[in-house]
């Protein structure tokens, strides 16, 4: 069974940094790219960043580019955000989700999500 | 960026009854790269189609997805009291992928 287990969200001051963690299992982690998309309270899907199976493609979306990095540790078969310069429209229930396709870039549909980890930006 | 129109915004609908969503696309959606999610209160979404017209695994058939270009449908047939929930499109033909806004389907 595919599961995924977000940790890592909290409340946090403005400008201030966290790291989000995903913790992935009942697949060959290393075979997917994977992915963190957000949802801002009774809001919609936003697409945060994407990164290939070999770390090799990453892609960001323009509001986060440049502040947040993501990354995999494929030996761990975890996937990471590091999310720095907080603001509070980056308030949300953080999502890791699968990539669909074997080996493909990072762009797909997403067959498995996890169930979130909420990050709260106030001062 | 691709962006998507999805409406109407709300749809009020007994069970029993068919449910007609639509998907518009600002631009034409590579491949028909178009996926359809469910997402039920306080849960993460779930993969309904992909690829505009194919059934994920253990999703029932009476949902379904046409459509190419810039125009696509999810149809559920007759709705179950589980099908009342919200419902988005995602494409993943062009980078970045998006999504839209969503459409609430809720028992009339």
């Known amino acids: 069974e595919v599961q995924l287990v977000e940790s890592g969200g909290g409340l946090v001051q403005p400008g201030r940094s966290l790291r989000l963690s995903c913790a992935a299992s009942g697949f060959t982690f290393d075979d997917y790219a994977m992915h963190w998309v957000r949802q801002a309270p009774g809001k919609g899907l936003e697409w945060v960043s994407g990164?290939?199976?070999?770390?090799?493609?990453?892609g960001y979306a323009d509001s986060v580019k440049g502040r947040f990095t993501i990354s995999r540790d494929n030996a761990k078969n975890s996937l990471y955000l590091q999310m720095n310069s907080l603001r509070a429209e980056d308030t949300a229930l953080y999502y890791c989700?699968?990539?669909?396709?074997?080996?493909?870039?990072?762009?797909?549909?997403?067959?498995?999500w996890g169930q979130g980890t909420l990050v709260t930006v106030s001062s | 960026e691709i962006v998507l129109t999805q409406s109407p915004g709300t749809l009020s609908l007994s069970p029993g009854e068919r449910a007609t969503l639509s998907c518009r696309a600002s631009q034409s959606v590579s491949s028909s790269y178009l996926a359809w999610y469910q997402q039920k209160p306080g849960q993460a979404p779930r993969l309904l189609i992909y690829?505009?017209?194919s059934r994920a695994t253990g999703i029932p058939d009476r949902f379904s997805g046409s459509g190419s270009g810039t125009d696509f449908t999810l149809t559920i047939s007759r709705l179950e009291p589980e099908d009342f929930a919200v419902y988005y499109c995602?494409?993943?033909?062009?980078?970045?992928?998006?999504f839209g806004q969503g459409t609430k389907v809720e028992i009339k």
């Open positions: 989700a699968k990539d669909s396709m074997v080996r493909g870039v990072i762009s797909a549909d997403l067959d498995y």
């Open positions: 990164i290939s199976w070999n770390s090799g493609s990453i």
């Open positions: 995602q494409q993943y033909g062009s980078s970045p992928m998006t």
């Open positions: 690829g505009a017209s």
